[in-house]
């Protein structure tokens, strides 16, 4: 699958800001604590894409501009990032819009993912190395789930295989819930803890035996189509291997999707962990509710793009709020942020301003601790303010601070 392009990033260091000495730390749900990354020269990293249906929505946007955060960091401090993003091209929503507006799921799919992309490269979100449809990762997937078989840790009801929990004895170290909690977490997330027949309530399906009307793909067990959790653990080990530095997606993915995928990874290789951290972005709301598809109380990306708003300014936006934490769409904060917009660029048009240095340090600082963007843009406001107010003589700075702000937050101020 095609991914978008990639936009270009300036050297920090070749604008005169050579990196400091910082670690990237990141809070792991796995632990529940914010812990140092420790990446080798490639830093690694899977971030659980769309099910393209409707696409994009501000609590994606929030999502995938978190982890973009991880990558200009990392990048900053001289590595290497390995990126891949899956994109769940077949699944029982996308099945269900299909069915519901009478068009082609693949067409559906196709449709959406292009403006997933669109949105993505508007909003200046560095493309993932490999992005790949859960449609062309099924010869993977089925490699995967035969492994699974292979170690007795599938079992079959009526046509459809699961994995069964028990298998992993280190089933719920991701999540940190107890079996209290993730059973209505569960049947709310797309699992079946009902289905009769099931060893466990709580096993997840692997594959799913085709169904009138519905696609499916031969495999070793029947003809069917593969589960989800079990997509993103073939996808990312794969191409990134076991032990790779973070797995990311929204708050919502913990659990089932995160716990169930490590589970079918540990299983499936004998290794563990599959991912070193664990790393989750709060949900975005709307109307005193958390914005879903479910709920149909989304605001697009597009439709913002559509009425004019700048893609930087639905960035800083979102850039405002802290990536773990939970919070509600207003209007009144776009405002916010395309006056802030207008404010840097008004500074960085002028023709000196104090120097960079200092921002450039403070702002690298907030971001290693877990991704501070709200003290990061605080900095750069501080700067402008003092530009605005004719402080300073440094003319590079200017150009530096441009530099600072698309290097590290994304921000382009041309």
């Known amino acids: 699958m095609r991914s978008w392009p ?38 690694r990293m899977y971030v659980c894409g769309i099910t393209p249906y409707d696409a994009t929505h501000l609590g994606h946007a929030n999502t995938y501009l978190a982890f973009d955060l991880v990558n200009r960091v990392w990048r900053d401090l001289g590595h290497t990032v390995h990126y891949v993003q899956n994109a769940t091209d077949v699944d029982d929503p996308l099945l269900e819009r299909a069915r519901q ?12 993912i292009a403006l997933f992309r669109e949105d993505m490269t508007e909003l ?60 209505p977490l569960f049947a709310e997330r797309g699992g079946d803890p009902g289905r009769e027949g099931k060893e466990d309530a709580l096993d997840a399906l692997l594959w799913l035996a085709q169904r009138p009307g519905e696609p499916g793909w031969e495999s070793p ?13 073939a996808i990312s080990i794969e191409y990134l291997g076991m032990a790779f530095d973070v797995e990311g997606g929204g708050s919502d993915l913990a659990f089932p999707h995160h716990e169930m995928g490590a589970s079918h990874a540990q299983v499936a290789t004998g290794e563990r962990p599959h991912a070193r951290a664990y790393v989750h972005a709060g949900m975005v709301g709307l109307d005193g509710e958390k914005m879903s598809k479910s709920k149909g109380n989304l605001v697009f990306v597009s439709a913002l793009r ?46 000196a301003g ?15 601790d877990d991704l501070d963007a709200p003290a990061a843009l605080v900095e750069i406001d501080r700067w402008a303010e003092r530009a605005a107010a004719g402080e300073g003589t440094d003319e590079a700075a200017p150009a530096r601070i441009r530099a600072i702000a698309d290097a590290l937050l994304g921000v382009t101020l041309h």
Do not use: N
């Open 124 to 183: 200046r979100v560095l493309p993932p190395d490999q992005y790949i449809g859960a449609v062309e990762a099924i010869p993977m997937i089925v490699e995967m789930i035969e492994k699974l078989r292979a170690k007795d840790a599938t079992y079959t009801v009526d046509g459809d295989l699961y994995f069964p929990v028990a298998a992993d004895p280190g089933f719920g170290e991701v999540s940190r819930l107890s079996r209290e909690a993730m059973m």
């Open 306 to 351: 559509r009425s004019g708003t700048d893609p930087m300014a639905i960035r800083l936006a979102l850039l405002a709020h802290h990536y773990r934490s939970d919070w509600e769409w207003t209007a009144e904060q776009l405002d916010a942020a395309a006056a802030r917009l207008g404010r840097w660029r008004a500074a960085v048009l002028r023709p």
């Open 6 to 43: 990639a936009p270009e990033v300036p050297s920090l260091s070749a604008a005169g800001l050579p990196a400091p000495a910082l670690q990237l730390h990141l809070h792991d749900t796995g632990t529940g604590t914010v812990r140092p990354t420790a990446p080798g020269d490639t830093a």
């Open 101 to 112: 507006t009478g068009e082609d799921w693949r067409e559906l799919a196709e449709r959406e």
């Open 221 to 233: 067990f029947g003809t069917g189509r593969p589960g989800w959790h079990v997509e993103c653990s």
């Open 354 to 368: 104090p120097p960079a240095g200092p921002v450039a340090d403070a702002v690298r600082r907030h971001l290693a």
